[in-house]
T-cell receptor
Framework: DQQVKQNSPSLSVQEGRISILNCDYTNSMFDYFLWYKKYPAEGPTFLISISSIKDKNEDGRFTVFLNKSAKHLSLHIVPSQPGDSAVYFCAASDFSSGSARQLTFGSGTQLTVLP | ETGVTQSPTHLIKTRGQQVTLRCSSQSGHNTVSWYQQALGQGPQFIFQYYREEENGRGNFPPRFSGLQFPNYSSELNVNALELDDSALYLC?????????????FGPGTRLTVT
């Protein structure tokens, strides 16, 4: 039972255009959402997060949108750069595991930004 | 500021053996979480340690165990290794067992069980 789903395994975008990565979740107890970027042979790198009390958070070229009624979030990257090419993971956070705030990850989307 | 480090980078073990993986937290962080990432999937939560106590556990059997030391470094131990334990093991540190929303990951240890 996948509680966090990233339905697009891959996405290709031209340099300078917008990249939109999508994520859906099923657990209404999730109250914090994060995006991580992962290059090969490295651990995931934290990008941006959003609390469930907000619907938008912006940090430079990265914006995360949260639609709680649809249980959907998206990451917008504008403008996309070749260095953004990586696997992007959506993660959701809650206290389902005792008192630990655990992260539940999607399966990732490989973003390729073409020069 | 020192980031999260893990050792070893790669490891090959035989089915039935035991393995210990190590993690040093980011400076100032007191919480460590361990994740298993199988090929083509997202990381899955194994357990979390806060101030040397297990603070929560995912859906992993008891042969997966851990420790956290006074300096907040941590170990993941896996007994009776199975072929399906082959994966990338990620350690993440954060501040505060209850309030650490952003977790910062190390580069991982690639474990291969043959």
């Amino acid at each position: 039972d996948q509680q966090v789903k990233q339905n697009s395994p891959s996405l290709s975008v031209q340099e300078g255009r917008i990249s939109i990565l999508n994520c859906d979740y099923t657990n209404s107890m999730f109250d914090y959402f994060l995006w991580y970027k992962k290059y090969p042979a490295e651990g995931p790198t934290f990008l941006i997060s959003i609390s469930s009390i907000k619907d938008k958070n912006e940090d430079g070229r990265f914006t995360v949108f949260l639609n709680k009624s649809a249980k959907h979030l998206s990451l917008h990257i504008v403008p996309s750069q070749p260095g953004d090419s990586a696997v992007y993971f959506c993660a959701a956070s809650d206290f389902s595991s005792g008192s630990a705030r655990q992260l539940t990850f999607g399966s990732g989307t490989q973003l390729t930004v073409l020069p | 500021e020192t980031g999260v480090t893990q050792s070893p980078t790669h490891l090959i073990k035989t089915r039935g053996q035991q393995v210990t993986l190590r993690c040093s937290s980011q400076s100032g962080h007191n919480t460590v979480s361990w994740y298993q990432q199988a090929l083509g999937q997202g990381p899955q939560f194994i357990f979390q340690y806060y101030r040397e106590e297990e603070n929560g556990r995912g859906n992993f059997p008891p042969r997966f165990s851990g420790l956290q030391f006074p300096n907040y470094s941590s170990e993941l131990n896996v007994n009776a290794l199975e072929l399906d334990d082959s994966a990338l093991y990620l350690c993440a540190s954060s501040l505060g067992g209850l309030a650490g929303n952003e977790q910062y990951f190390g580069p991982g240890t690639r474990l291969t069980v043959t």
